[in-house]
C-alpha cells in the first residue's frame, strides 16, 4: 500500500493560482466569442456570488445545430437575515426585470437569486447591487456563506439583537481579498500585501454555512448548519448562545464515505465570545478539512471521524478559554409562522407563502407586481425566510388594511386557503438550470403536492402538518433529510424517498425506498396514511408516527443535555 499522500483536488490548484480569487475573470467577462468564462473561473465566480449555467431543456437541440450551450449565470445576494429595505426589494425586482428572467427567487439561505443573466450583464447587475448597499461576496464558493436568523421571533423585542449578530458575524467571516471590488466594481488594483487571516490563501475545503436561532422556532434548521448559535433568553434578554457544530446535509448517491449529518451542541458561550468562536470553528475546517476530496470536504467529516470531544477541546484550546455547559432550550418546530402576527412594540409582521420561494407573475397570480406595489409604501422592511417564504415586517396598524387588500388583489394570499403540507413544502430549483440536478423539483412540487393532498384528503388528514421536500439531486439544498416525506432525485422522474424527520429539525430521516418513480412513492405511502390516520396519538407528526410505529428505523434526535425536551 501506497504512503503517498493524496493528491488535492483541481479547485485546490486553481484556488492557489487565484491571486485571491482574481484568476482570469476579469478577461473572460469581455471575451466575445463565448457566453461562458474559462473553465477555472467557473469555480473562482461561485465566490463572488455566482454559477455559470446553462438551460439543459435545450442543450441537445443546441448541440445537434452546432451551437454552444445557452449559458447564462445565477447571482445570489448576501444577505444576513434575510432583511432588506423595500428600496432593496424594488432594486432586486428591477434587476429582475432588466437583467434577469422576470423573476426573483427566495432561498432557503434567506437571500435573493437571479436567474438567466447573461454574462455581458453581470457586471452591471453586480454594480446595481452594489448601490442598494447590497453585494454577491461570499454568497457561494468555499467561505461562510450568507448568515440565517430567525425572520419573525415569538418574542419580537429580541429580533433586533439577533439580527445585529447575524451581520457581525457576516462581516466578521466576509473574505478580505479586494478581488470583488477590483472584477465588479472597477476598484483600483492592489499592488501587493494582501492576506486572509481567517481563510488562508486557499480558503476552505468546502462550503461553510451558519445560522443563528431563537427558540421556540428552529426555522433556520439550525443542527443542518456547519456553526449554529441558538440563542438564549432570561427575561425578553440575550444571555448568550449555545453553539452547534458539524451540521451538513449533502451526500452523493452510492458513495457511503458521504451522509447528511447533525449538528452536536458543544457548550454556551456569552455574546462577546461570539466572533472569536466563528472564526476559529472556520479555522479548524480549514486546517483539518479533506482537501483531496469535495465530496468529502466539509466540517461535519471532521467532527464525525475525530469526534465531538476532540474538536471541543481543539476549539477551546485555540480560543484560550472553555466552553461552558449548554443551556436548557426547546425547539417546537421549524416552520414558519403564516399570516399576521403582532409585536411587543404593536407593530404588525405578516409571513406570505410562496411556493419554492419563485416571485413571478402568472396568470391569475401577479406575484411580482403585487409585492412591487407594497413595497412602493412599505415603511417597514422585508425578511426572507429560511423556508422561501416572505414576512412583511413592521407594518404600522393603519397601513394593514392597505397591505390586505393588495394581498388579495395580487393572489399573494395563498397562505389562507393551502393546506399545511403546500405551505410547509420546500424544494430547490433543480432542472432545467442547475447542472447537478438529477430530477425535477421546483417544477415539479406543485403536481406532486396536489397528488399527495388527494392521498391525505381520502383519509381524513388533510389538516396534518406533514413536512416535504424535494431535491433534484443528493446534495441537499433544501434540506430534505430533515423532512419527514423527503424526495431526492436519482434520475429522470425518479427518487429515493425518505421517511421520518420530526417537525423541530432535530432528527434525520432514513431511506425507506430507492429509485422509484411517482406510482411507487404515492403507493408506498398509502397505506402509511391509512395507518396515521387510524393510529395516530393526539398531536403526534406523521414523522413521529412512522418512527414510533417501526416503519422506519428511529434515527438519534440532536437533543443533548441539558437541553428541554
Not at 475573470?25 to 468564462?37: C, F, K, M, Y
Not at 457586471?123 to 456563506?145: E, F, H, S, W, Y
Not at 433568553?233 to 447528511?260: C, I, K, Q, R, W
Not at 404515492?522 to 397505506?527: F, T
Amino acid at each position: 500500500m501506497s504512503n503517498q499522500p493524496k493528491p488535492l483536488t483541481e479547485v485546490e490548484h486553481i484556488k492557489t493560482q487565484s491571486r485571491l480569487l482574481r484568476g482570469t475573470l476579469a478577461e473572460s467577462l469581455v471575451d466575445p466569442v463565448t457566453g461562458s468564462i474559462a473553465t477555472p473561473d467557473t469555480s473562482l465566480i461561485k465566490f463572488h456570488g455566482s454559477y455559470q449555467q446553462d438551460d439543459r431543456d435545450i442543450r441537445e437541440e443546441r448541440r445537434q445545430q452546432k451551437l454552444e450551450p445557452a449559458y447564462s449565470f445565477m447571482l445570489r445576494t448576501r444577505l444576513p437575515g434575510g432583511v432588506c429595505t423595500p428600496a432593496q426589494w424594488l432594486a432586486m425586482d428591477a434587476l429582475a426585470t432588466e437583467f434577469a428572467n422576470n423573476t426573483l427567487r427566495i432561498t432557503t439561505r434567506q437571500a435573493f437569486q437571479l436567474h438567466g443573466v447573461i454574462k455581458d450583464d453581470l457586471k452591471p447587475t453586480i454594480a446595481r447591487i452594489n448601490a442598494a448597499l447590497m453585494d454577491t461576496l461570499a454568497a457561494c464558493g468555499d467561505v461562510n456563506r450568507n448568515v440565517l436568523c430567525n425572520p419573525n421571533p415569538v418574542d419580537s423585542r429580541v429580533h433586533e439583537t439577533v439580527y445585529q449578530w447575524a451581520v457581525r458575524i457576516s462581516e466578521h467571516l466576509l473574505p478580505k481579498t479586494r478581488a470583488y471590488f477590483e472584477v465588479w466594481l472597477d476598484e483600483e488594483k492592489v499592488a501587493g500585501g494582501e492576506e486572509e487571516p481567517i481563510y488562508g490563501a486557499t480558503y476552505l475545503p468546502r462550503k461553510f454555512k451558519t445560522a443563528v436561532a431563537v427558540p421556540p422556532l428552529n426555522d433556520v434548521d439550525v443542527f443542518a448548519q456547519d456553526l449554529g448559535f441558538i440563542a438564549i433568553l432570561e427575561g425578553g434578554e440575550l444571555v448568550g448562545f449555545n453553539v452547534s457544530v458539524g451540521g451538513g446535509m449533502g451526500a452523493t448517491h452510492g458513495d457511503a464515505a458521504t451522509y447528511p449529518r447533525l449538528a452536536d451542541v458543544v457548550g454556551f458561550i456569552p455574546p462577546e465570545h461570539t466572533l472569536a468562536v466563528a472564526a476559529e470553528v472556520v479555522k479548524i475546517h480549514r486546517d483539518f478539512g479533506d482537501r483531496t476530496s469535495r465530496k468529502h470536504a466539509r466540517l461535519k467529516y471532521v467532527l464525525e471521524e475525530r469526534g465531538v470531544p476532540w474538536f471541543t477541546a481543539e476549539l477551546e484550546r485555540r480560543l484560550g478559554f472553555a466552553l461552558q455547559p449548554a443551556r436548557p432550550f426547546a425547539f417546537e418546530h421549524n416552520g414558519d409562522r403564516f399570516g399576521w402576527t403582532e409585536g411587543h412594540d404593536g407593530k404588525w409582521h405578516l409571513t406570505l407563502h410562496l411556493d419554492s420561494g419563485r416571485v413571478a407573475d402568472r396568470p391569475g397570480a401577479q406575484h411580482l407586481t403585487g409585492l412591487r406595489e407594497i413595497a412602493r409604501f412599505h415603511q417597514g422592511d422585508f425578511r426572507l425566510t429560511a423556508n422561501q417564504n416572505l414576512v412583511i415586517a413592521n407594518v404600522g396598524s393603519e397601513a394593514k388594511d392597505a397591505i390586505d387588500a393588495l394581498v388579495a388583489r395580487y393572489a399573494l394570499d395563498g397562505f389562507r386557503s393551502a393546506s399545511p403540507l403546500r405551505k410547509n413544502a420546500l424544494a430547490c430549483v433543480a432542472l432545467p438550470t442547475c447542472g447537478l440536478a438529477m430530477a425535477e423539483a421546483e417544477r415539479y412540487l406543485p403536481e406532486f403536492v396536489g397528488k399527495v393532498e388527494a392521498r391525505l384528503v381520502a383519509h381524513g388528514l388533510l389538516d396534518a402538518n406533514l413536512l416535504l421536500r424535494i431535491t433534484g439531486c443528493p446534495n441537499g439544498c433544501a434540506r430534505p433529510y430533515l423532512a419527514e416525506v423527503g424526495l431526492v432525485g436519482k434520475a429522470p422522474g425518479r427518487y429515493n424517498l425518505h421517511l421520518g424527520g420530526d417537525a423541530r429539525g432535530q432528527r434525520m430521516n432514513r431511506l425507506y425506498r430507492e429509485n422509484i418513480d411517482e406510482e411507487g412513492i404515492l403507493g408506498a405511502l398509502e397505506p402509511l396514511f391509512a395507518a396515521y390516520a387510524r393510529e395516530r396519538t393526539p398531536g403526534e407528526g406523521f414523522g413521529d408516527y412512522v418512527t414510533r410505529a417501526g416503519h422506519v428505523p428511529a434515527a438519534p434526535a440532536k437533543v443533548t443535555p441539558p437541553q428541554a425536551a
